[in-house]
C-alpha cells in the first residue's frame, strides 16, 4: 500500500500520464522555399514496441505502429547546429509515452551532412520557418492528424535550436548585434566557428522575426545568441518559457541571459556539472566514435540520471501550460 501511495504522488509531482508504447515513423514535409523537410515522429501507439536500429541509436518503439486514438498534444523539436532529428530521441520517447505526439525536423542546411547555412543570419530565416511548415504538415498532412489536438502545440529547442524556437514564439533577432560581438568576443566559440567558415559578414541583416501564434509553450536547453535579443528582442515572447543552462557550457555562456531578456520569468533550471550536450540522448558507441565532443561529459556528470529529471520536468512543464 504505502508503494501504491509512492507511485500515486510520483504521478502528481511529474504530471505522467499512464504508460503507453512509442510509435516512430519517418516522414517528409513540405517546404515551399526549399528542400523538404525530414522529420522523425514519435507517438503514442497500441502496438508491441521492439527493439529498432534506427541511424545510429537504438530506440524501443513500435516503428510505423498505429497511432493510439486520441487527442494529443504536438510538440515539434529543433536541434543544434550541426545536429539531426533523431538527437534528443530518448526525450521524444518519454513524451511519446506521456501522450505527446512529438516532431522532430532535421534542418535544411545546418546538419550533420549539410552545413552550408550554419552560423549565418539565413540559417535563422530558414530554421522558424522549418518548426512552421512542419505544424503544417502534422496538422494537415500527416497520417495521424486526427489524433492531435490544433490547440495544443509546443516546441522544444537545443542551443540553436533553442534560439529557433525563440523567434518562432515572437522573438525578434538582430543578427547585427551578433556580428558586432564577435568583433569584440573573438574568443566565443560560435565566432570561431563562424570565422572559420567565413560567414561573420553573413550574419548581418535585417532583423529576424517569424512568429507563429500556434505555438503556446517552450522548453529551451542552452540556447544561444542572447545578444541577438538584447535589449528588447524578446518582449513579444508571452507565453510559458522553460529555460535550462549548463553551469558547465563552455559553447553557450550566456544563456543564463535569457532570464532577464523574457518579459516573465521563466522556469529556469541551472544544471550543476551539466555541459553543452547534456541534454542530447546517450550517445552509442558509433556515435561516441564519430562525434565524441557531443558524447562525453565532465567527470561526475551522470548524462542518464539527469536526462530522467529533465524529461520529468519538462513533461511536468508541457502538460501544465497545453492544456
Not at 515551399?32 to 536500429?53: F, G, H, K, T
Amino acid at each position: 500500500m504505502r508503494q501504491l501511495f509512492l507511485a500515486a504522488g510520483f504521478v502528481l509531482l511529474f504530471g505522467w500520464s499512464p504508460a503507453k508504447a512509442a510509435g516512430f515513423q519517418w516522414a517528409t514535409a513540405p517546404d515551399p522555399e526549399d528542400a523538404p523537410l525530414q522529420v522523425a515522429i514519435w507517438y503514442p501507439s497500441p502496438d508491441p514496441e521492439m527493439d529498432n536500429l534506427i541511424g545510429p541509436f537504438d530506440m524501443n518503439v513500435a516503428r510505423n505502429g498505429a497511432v493510439s486514438g486520441g487527442q494529443y498534444p504536438l510538440i515539434v523539436m529543433s536541434h543544434g547546429t550541426g545536429g539531426m532529428a533523431l538527437n534528443s530521441f530518448d526525450t521524444a520517447i518519454a513524451l511519446a509515452n506521456a501522450g505527446f505526439v512529438v516532431a522532430s525536423v532535421t534542418h535544411s542546411g545546418d546538419n550533420y551532412r549539410d552545413r552550408s547555412t550554419s552560423f549565418t543570419r539565413q540559417d535563422f530565416v530558414d530554421r522558424p520557418r522549418h518548426v512552421s511548415r512542419v505544424i503544417d504538415f502534422m496538422l494537415a498532412a500527416w497520417t495521424g492528424r486526427q489524433s492531435l489536438d490544433p490547440a495544443r502545440i509546443g516546441a522544444f529547442g537545443h542551443s540553436a535550436g533553442g534560439t529557433t524556437v525563440l523567434i518562432a514564439a515572437g522573438g525578434i533577432a538582430d543578427m547585427n548585434r551578433v556580428s558586432a560581438f564577435c568583433g569584440t568576443d573573438p574568443d566565443d566559440w560560435g565566432c570561431q566557428q563562424a570565422r572559420q567558415r567565413g560567414s561573420i559578414a553573413p550574419i548581418a541583416g535585417p532583423p529576424v522575426s517569424a512568429p507563429d501564434a500556434r505555438i503556446r509553450a517552450i522548453v529551451i536547453a542552452a540556447p544561444a545568441l542572447a545578444v541577438a535579443f538584447q535589449p528588447a528582442g524578446l518582449t513579444a515572447v508571452t507565453i510559458p518559457v522553460q529555460l535550462w543552462a549548463g553551469a558547465r557550457d563552455d559553447i553557450v555562456r550566456d544563456a543564463p541571459l535569457f532570464r532577464s531578456l523574457l518579459p516573465a520569468p521563466p522556469d529556469y533550471h541551472l544544471v550543476p556539472q551539466g555541459g553543452h550536450f547534456a541534454y542530447l540522448s546517450p550517445c552509442s558507441e558509433i556515435l561516441d566514435r564519430a562525434a565524441p565532443e557531443i558524447c562525453r561529459d565532465a567527470d561526475g556528470f551522470d548524462r542518464t540520471a539527469f536526462l530522467l529529471l529533465f524529461q520529468r520536468s519538462l513533461i511536468a512543464f508541457y502538460q501544465a501550460h497545453l492544456h
